[in-house]
């Protein structure tokens, strides 16, 4: 069974470009989260989607960050404009959902470097 | 709000040696833990993790953890380290009956020298 995918593994782009990252869950996993992992620390949650619904995006910073889940499998983020300061390790992580204690699976990441 | 907390940044050691690596949560209330290790450019890989009964679990390659909830701790340990064990590793939690978010602490790179 595939894992979690996650594309591009790196991007390098100018500050004030728009940049896109794309995770495709494994089959049959209802929540999908996107993580932030700066340098020499742990991931921290951007947002949570249970299906195509968004249920806690309190830490996504949403004047240059948004995501979208369309039909509930395959999730975008995106950012717009870049800064220097979103150079990090992005991310995606699902579960099966529906509360206790499934495991979340982690993709790879993809790896932004903002110049 | 919960939090955690990994006392070391680095931790090296030689091969065939001890290792303990610290992980102390705070939280009002019921958690469940959860280590993962992450190998250069990869994503997080569950270790072991903590749901409920026996305090002490254990991952198939030979890693173990204690909860103990007085302490609020959760250290992992393995008795004898292989050079393969290089990688960070980083202690969750997670609320009992609530979010699925999962908090981690900062991680600790362990480096195994020959």
């Known amino acids: 069974e595939a894992g979690v995918v996650q594309s591009p593994r790196y991007k390098i782009i100018e500050k004030k470009q728009p940049v896109a990252f794309w995770c495709n869950p494994i089959?049959?996993?209802?929540?999908l989260y996107w993580y932030l992992q700066n340098l020499g620390q742990g991931p921290e949650l951007l947002i949570r989607?249970?299906?195509?619904?968004?249920?806690?995006d309190s830490q996504l910073p949403k004047d240059r960050f948004s995501a979208e889940r369309l039909k509930g499998v395959d999730s975008t983020l995106k950012i717009q404009p870049a800064e220097l300061g979103d150079s990090a390790v992005y991310l995606c992580?699902?579960?099966?959902?529906?509360?206790?204690?499934?495991?979340?699976?982690f993709g790879p990441g993809t790896r932004l470097t903002v110049l | 709000a919960q939090s955690v907390t990994q006392l070391d940044s680095q931790v090296p050691v030689f091969e065939e040696a001890p290792v303990e690596l610290r992980c102390n949560y705070s939280?009002?209330?019921?958690?469940?833990l959860f280590w993962y290790v992450q190998y250069p450019n990869q994503g997080l890989q569950l270790l072991l993790k903590?749901?409920?009964?026996?305090?002490l679990v254990k991952s198939i390659n030979g890693f173990e953890a204690e909860f103990n909830k007085s302490q609020t701790s959760f250290h992992l340990r393995k008795p004898s380290v292989h050079i393969s064990d290089t990688a960070e590793y980083f202690c969750?939690?997670?609320?009992?009956?609530?979010?699925?978010?999962?908090?981690f602490g900062k991680g600790t790179k362990l480096t195994v020298n020959p």
């Open positions: 903590y749901l409920s009964g026996s305090t």
């Open positions: 969750a939690v997670r609320l009992q009956g609530g979010s699925e978010k999962l908090v």
């Open positions: 089959s049959g996993h209802n929540t």
């Open positions: 992580a699902s579960s099966l959902g529906g509360g206790g204690s499934n495991e979340q699976f």
């Open positions: 989607y249970e299906n195509e619904e968004a249920v806690d």
């Open positions: 939280s009002s209330v019921s958690v469940y």
